[in-house]
Nanobody, 121 residues
Framework: QVQLVESGGGLVQPGGSLRLSCAASGNFFSINAMAWYRQAPGKERELVATILSSGRINYADSVKGRFTISRDNAKNTVPVQMNSLKPEDTAVYYC???????????????WGQGTQVTVSS
């Protein structure tokens, strides 16, 4: 199973920027999708952005034009650059990956522990 470790959260003023990163490690054959989700207090976890091993990317409408996700398949990392941050971006951000142990095994979902992002003046 894949272990995911996030880094880069913190406190930033509105309009500021943060860069989160997530590193995957463990025993796996391949990683398919990697993604960032977030969960604000009292709300359900929501998708922020996904990136497939092919490089195909999808963003939530709320972050389009402000967030940029990328991926290093050799290092199994998935950073997300977050610009023009708003108070409503405040949440715990979680890294996600689905992976296979072998070519024929089913996909297994993995989550990181989460990192807090607070946007406030």
């Amino acid at each position: 199973q894949v272990q995911l470790v996030e880094s880069g959260g913190g406190l930033v003023q509105p309009g500021g920027s943060l860069r989160l990163s997530c590193a995957a490690s463990g025993n796996f054959f391949s990683i398919n999708a990697m993604a960032w989700y977030r969960q604000a207090p009292g709300k359900e976890r929501e998708l922020v952005a996904t990136i497939l091993s092919s490089g195909r990317i999808n963003y939530a409408d709320s972050v389009k034009g402000r967030f940029t996700i990328s991926r290093d398949n050799a290092k199994n990392t998935v950073p997300v650059q977050m610009n023009s941050l708003k108070p409503e971006d405040t949440a715990v951000y979680y890294c996600y990956a689905d992976s296979r142990r072998s070519r024929i095994d089913p996909l297994v979902r993995s989550w990181g522990q989460g990192t807090q992002v607070t946007v406030s003046s």
